[in-house]
C-alpha cells in the first residue's frame, strides 16, 4: 500500500452529535472517525492534502464499543478511534455544513 493509499483510508466519516455541532461552531473543532491504528501526524496530513486547510492540534481517543443484549446472547460493538481536529482561526470544513 502506498503512502497515498494509506492516507484515502484514514478518515472514515465525520461524527456528527449535539456535542460535535457545538464544538464546531465555539473552538473551531471537527470530530472524526478514524482508523484505529492511525498516527496523528498521518490524520493531520490527510486532512491537510485532500481539504487543504491548515490544521492546528489533534487529539485522539479510543472509544470502547458498547454491550448490547438481544434475547439471551450479550453482544459487544467494537472499539473506534475518534480524532479531535481543530483548525487554525480562518479555516473550515465547508462538507460538514460548517461555512461562518
Given at each position: 500500500?502506498?503512502?497515498?493509499?494509506r492516507?484515502?483510508?484514514i478518515?472514515?466519516?465525520?461524527h456528527?452529535?449535539?456535542k460535535?455541532s457545538d464544538?464546531m461552531?465555539?473552538?473551531?473543532?471537527?470530530?472524526?472517525k478514524v482508523?484505529?491504528?492511525?498516527?496523528?501526524?498521518?490524520?493531520?496530513?490527510?486532512?491537510e492534502?485532500?481539504?487543504?486547510?491548515?490544521v492546528?492540534k489533534?487529539?485522539t481517543?479510543?472509544v470502547?464499543?458498547?454491550r448490547?443484549?438481544?434475547?439471551?446472547?450479550?453482544?459487544?460493538?467494537?472499539?473506534?478511534k475518534k480524532?479531535y481536529?481543530i483548525l487554525?482561526t480562518?479555516?473550515n470544513l465547508?462538507?460538514?455544513?460548517?461555512?461562518k
Open positions: 500500500m502506498t503512502h497515498i493509499e492516507l484515502l483510508k478518515i472514515l466519516s465525520a456528527v452529535s449535539d460535535t464544538n461552531k465555539r473552538n473551531n473543532t471537527v470530530v472524526l482508523l484505529k491504528n492511525s498516527k496523528k501526524y498521518e490524520i493531520k496530513l490527510a486532512i492534502k485532500f481539504f487543504k486547510v491548515r492546528y489533534i487529539n481517543l479510543i470502547k464499543g458498547k448490547k443484549r438481544q434475547k439471551n446472547k450479550i453482544c459487544k460493538f467494537s472499539n473506534w480524532a481536529v487554525h480562518g479555516q465547508e462538507f460538514l455544513g460548517h461555512s
